[in-house]
């Protein structure tokens, strides 16, 4: 995934989906230094747009290792995926 700076300032470095494409998860980088996650829907209700769900965004982590390991425990679905930078670590 090539790394981009999403309306909200954070350079998002990897994003898993759901099967069915419903739900996200972004890992991200803050401008001012540490890691941190989002978990997102998208409905049509709110017009296709991503809607953050749980207001994770505003916790930093140091690495994103640590990143990434708090959204799994915190999103349900997540446990079984993986971010890019984890494929291919042994677990």
């Keep these: ?19 069915g494409q419903a739900f996200c998860v972004d890992l991200f980088e803050h401008p001012g230094g540490g890691f941190g996650f989002e978990h997102f829907r998208i409905d049509s209700e709110d017009m296709g747009r991503w ?3 749980g207001g994770s965004g505003n916790t930093r ?6 990143a990434a390991t708090a959204a799994r425990q915190s999103v349900a679905w997540l446990a079984d995926h993986r971010f890019q930078h984890e494929r291919g670590q042994a677990t």
């Design 1 to 19: 995934m090539n790394r981009y700076v999403n309306h909200r300032g954070w350079i998002v470095v990897d994003s898993v989906a759901m099967p």
């Design 51 to 53: 809607t953050p769900l």
């Design 61 to 66: 982590y140091p690495t994103a290792s640590d």
